[in-house]
């Protein structure tokens, strides 16, 4: 997970009613297309790269580079299905939305000590 929200940061403070999928791009650092994953994996738990591909209209390289981002920011995981045949494929499921909502509340309230802290210590120059 990201330090601080910094991903657009100033357009989403602009927005008195942001809508969640900027919010969760901002507060994680992730791009719209990654979050996009996020909430169509929510639909579709235990999903294949192949099969995320095309649910999102994606080449699979690119949902292989948003799957990686999730699951660097704690937002998917992957297991390892064994097949019949021998073999094995990936299978990806979202955390659930009230984790990930959890996350989102823990970040940003990470976040807002620091701009705090930030503005409680700051001095003026003498001058």
């Known amino acids: 997970m990201t330090d601080a929200p910094r991903h657009r940061l100033g357009e989403l403070m602009e927005r008195s009613d942001p809508p969640f ?7 994680f650092g992730i791009e719209d ?9 929510l639909e579709y ?3 294949t790269v192949e099969e995320l591909a095309a649910a999102l209209d994606r080449d ?7 799957l990686s981002t999730l699951r660097d920011r704690g937002l998917a995981r992957r297991d390892r ?4 045949g021998g073999g094995y494929v ?12 959890a996350m989102l509340h823990e970040a940003l309230d990470a976040w807002t000590a620091t701009v705090h ?3 409680d210590e700051f001095e003026a120059e003498p001058g």
């Open 21 to 27: 999928d900027e919010v969760m791009s901002c507060v």
């Open 90 to 101: 990936y299978q990806y499921t979202a955390v659930a939305l009230p984790a990930a909502k």
């Open 117 to 119: 802290e930030t503005i």
């Open 81 to 84: 299905r064994l097949l019949d």
């Open 60 to 66: 699979r390289s690119t949902v292989t580079r948003s």
């Open 33 to 41: 297309h990654e979050t996009r994953t996020y909430l169509v994996l």
């Open 45 to 47: 738990p235990g999903s």
